[in-house]
T-cell receptor
Framework: EAQVTQNPRYLITVTGKKLTVTCSQN?????MSWYRQDPGLGLRQIYY???????DKGDVPEGYKVSRKEKRNFPLILESPSPNQTSLYFC???????????FGPGTRLTVL | AQKITQTQPGMFVQEKEAVTLDCTYD???????LFWYKQPSSGEMIFLIYQGSYDEQNATEGRYSLNFQKARKSANLVISASQLGDSAMYFC????????????FGKGTRLHILP
């Protein structure tokens, strides 16, 4: 089954404790991205990747890092989480033509 | 800069009626793509429909159709014969000319279907 998986689905952590949210897709997509969703703001792109070792900043990259060492994986790293990073995070991957974007199930992060 | 505007924060519609969710966009690109997504209360994002800027016909997927009016820069989603399960948040989104371009989202419309 074609899918995007994220882990963990829920995470409560404390300020400053480094964390990683994993994202994996099994569709051999080149393009992957991370979004955060906040009430009243819709989805905002954090980082995206066009291929292995090729990443670029989205609209709200501050406080986040990503890496793309393998085509299927695109982890999101918060080196020193802060409460304003409490949000719902989505990973997504896109077909080569870019006309369909598949989303992961979301990770709800709370930073205390 | 590209921008997506959804002017309806919320809508209430009677079951079985048709629904139109508004979306206007702004871009200087000649080629672009437009998307609609559904987010039910469970939280997942579900792709509904895609329209390319050079597609001559409006996209349709089952009960969903996209009313694409290029000159007005509008891409409204039409849901025919609404069902209770259509109650959800709906997002309009746009991608630029290149498949590597960012995809930007509107702020969403929350649709409530009334029995």
């Amino acid at each position: 089954e074609a899918q995007v998986t994220q882990n963990p689905r829920y995470l409560i952590t404390v300020t400053g404790k480094k964390l990683t949210v994993t994202c994996s897709q099994n569709m051999n997509h080149e393009y992957m991205s991370w979004y955060r969703q906040d009430p009243g703001l819709g989805l905002r792109q954090i980082y995206y990747s066009m291929n292995v070792e090729v990443t670029d900043k989205g609209d709200v990259p501050e406080g986040y890092k990503v890496s793309r060492k393998e085509k299927r994986n695109f982890p999101l790293i918060l080196e020193s989480p802060s409460p304003n990073q409490t949000s719902l995070y989505f990973c997504a991957s896109t077909t080569g033509g870019g006309d369909t974007q598949y989303f992961g199930p979301g990770t709800r992060l709370t930073v205390l | 800069a590209q921008k997506i505007t959804q002017t309806q924060p919320g809508m209430f519609v009677q079951e079985k009626e048709a629904v139109t969710l508004d979306c206007t966009y702004d871009t200087s690109d000649q080629s672009y793509g437009l998307f609609w997504y559904k987010q039910p209360s469970s939280g997942e994002m579900i792709f509904l429909i895609y329209q390319g800027s050079y597609d001559e016909q409006n996209a349709t997927e089952g009960r969903y159709s996209l009313n694409f009016q290029k000159a007005r820069k509008s891409a409204n989603l039409v849901i025919s014969a609404s069902q209770l399960g259509d109650s959800a948040m709906y997002f309009c989104a746009m991608r630029g000319a290149n498949r590597d371009d960012k995809i930007i989202f509107g702020k969403g419309t929350r649709l409530h279907i009334l029995p």
